[in-house]
């Protein structure tokens, strides 16, 4: 039984187009996340929601937009696809907000070419 | 501005021997941190915790180490095993309205040779 799911796994676009990446958490966790590991393996902070609601934006184009329709699932989209936008996308759950740990999906691998 | 680090990109050692990670943080508000270990093609998973009133915590075979005044931390495996292969990423999160937004560092690769 997947505790967070994302799918799909893979994704490959052509640039300038919209996508989305879908993630559920059947762990009955308040809070979920989006991070992106860059090609340099960093895993970096995108939004974080707590209860449906936003309480992390770290600088992000705006094409980037979070969408929870209820507190198991988080989704991303992504607007305008753009070469930089190709990273592995990890979403994740945690209990609360307070910073303990988090339970990561497998990962998106965006390819935008 | 990078305020996680984890200077050593890889790390070998030897079956049963002691394995090393380290991690240096240069925020002196992080007060929790977190050790995650990832598999190739899976995503991180949550290995060990400690907070800052602590410097020391042990689950196992594994124990994590804090010296605040230095803010370095790192992770002990002992003994270390071939499954441990994999890379393992340190990171620091703070309270108040950053609390949850983990800060990682770029990951030390762990091959444990038979």
């Known amino acids: 039984d997947t505790a967070v799911s994302q799918t799909p796994k893979y994704l490959v676009t052509q640039m300038g187009n919209d996508k989305s990446i879908k993630c559920e958490q059947n762990?009955?966790?308040?809070?979920m996340y989006w991070y992106k590991q860059d090609s340099k393996k960093f895993l970096k902070i995108m939004f974080s929601?707590?209860?449906?609601?936003?309480?992390i934006n770290e600088t992000v184009p705006n094409r980037f937009s979070p969408k929870s329709p209820d507190k198991a699932h988080l989704n991303l989209h992504i607007n305008s696809l753009e070469l930089g936008d190709s990273a592995v996308y990890f979403c994740?759950?945690?209990?609360?907000?307070?910073?303990?740990?988090?339970?990561f999906g497998q990962g998106t691998r965006l390819t935008v070419v | 501005d990078q305020q996680v680090k984890q200077n050593s990109p890889s790390l070998s050692v030897q079956e049963g021997r002691i394995s090393i990670l380290n991690c240096d943080y240069t925020?002196?508000?992080?007060?929790?941190f977190l050790w995650y270990k990832k598999y190739p093609a899976e995503g991180p998973t949550f290995l060990i915790s400690?907070?800052?009133?602590?410097d020391k915590n042990e689950d196992g075979r594994f124990t994590v180490f804090l010296n605040k005044s230095a803010k370095h931390l790192s992770l002990h495996i002992v003994p270390s095993q071939p499954g441990d292969s994999a890379v393992y990423f340190c990171?620091?999160?703070?309270?108040?309205?950053?609390?949850?937004?983990?800060?990682f560092g770029d990951g030390t690769t762990l091959t444990v040779k038979p």
């Open positions: 400690i907070s800052s009133i602590k």
């Open positions: 990171a620091a999160s703070s309270g108040g309205t950053n609390a949850g937004k983990s800060t």
């Open positions: 994740a759950s945690s209990q609360d907000y307070t910073g303990t740990e988090a339970f």
């Open positions: 762990l009955g966790h308040d809070t």
């Open positions: 925020n002196s508000m992080f007060d929790y």
């Open positions: 929601y707590n209860n449906k609601e936003l309480i």
